[in-house]
């Protein structure tokens, strides 16, 4: 079956410090990617759309600036936290769509900022 | 504006019940439907997809159901093991590419 592959899977940084995370499809091309952020017992909340190729779509309140998406091959988007804060910290978790069909998502990643 | 809900928010059963998980969604032009797991602190496994045609999908002791005209779909599990307990969530999604997660239903089954 499809697999999204996502590291790293937990970080730890200082704050002030960027983060990058890697969402990967891994056998199948993936035009569009999702990233998603999630607190502690909550549902997922999705951040912004990313289409290869074109720039990412955020949603409300996400800060384009704050969160680099880049989603530079079929097979490969990325995440960027730029200048993470405390507040930062969360579970971010990215996923995959096959053209129509499932959305498939990445393990997650944890991150905590200091 | 589409709006997933999912009863019970959580739910604790002895090991050997069958149980049935709810997913509401207020808008029934829906592209699919599709119910997930999650581990504490993991990413989302799909458990089964169902198209927007479709009655309902089986994967071993997992049967979902949809009911687009009233907005509902079911997951039942059958025979619940420990390792079953998990978060379950459902995902509605539209002729777009646009999914919206219910909050979610925390299982434990206690052995």
């Known amino acids: 079956g499809a697999v999204v592959s996502q590291h790293p899977s937990r970080v730890i940084c200082k704050s002030g410090t960027s983060v990058k995370i890697e969402c990967r499809s891994l056998?199948?091309?993936?035009?569009?990617m999702f990233w998603y952020r999630q607190f502690p017992k909550q549902s997922l909340m999705l951040m912004a759309t990313?289409?290869?190729?074109?720039?990412?779509?955020?949603e409300q309140g996400v800060e384009k600036d704050k969160f680099l998406i880049n989603h530079a091959s079929l097979t490969l988007s990325t995440l960027t936290v730029t200048s993470a804060h405390p507040e930062d910290s969360s579970f971010y978790i990215c996923?995959?769509?096959?053209?129509?069909?499932?959305?498939?998502f990445g393990s997650g990643t944890q991150l905590s900022v200091l | 504006k589409q709006e997933v809900t999912q009863i019970p928010a959580a739910l604790s059963v002895p090991e050997g019940e069958n149980l049935v998980l709810n997913c509401s969604f207020t808008d029934s032009a829906i592209y699919n439907l599709q119910w997930f797991r999650q581990d504490p602190g993991k990413g989302l496994t799909s458990l089964l997809l169902?198209?927007?045609?479709?009655r309902e999908q089986t994967s071993g002791r997992l049967n979902a159901s949809l009911d687009k005209s009233s907005g509902r779909s079911t997951l039942y599990i059958a025979a619940s093991q420990p390792g079953d307990s998990a978060t379950y969530l459902c995902a509605v999604r539209d002729y777009g590419q646009n999914f919206v997660f219910g909050p979610g239903t925390r299982l434990s089954v206690l052995p």
């Open positions: 169902i198209q927007s045609s479709q």
């Open positions: 056998d199948f091309q993936a035009t569009t």
């Open positions: 990313s289409n290869e190729g074109s720039k990412a779509t955020y």
């Open positions: 996923s995959a769509i096959r053209t129509g069909e499932k959305l498939f």
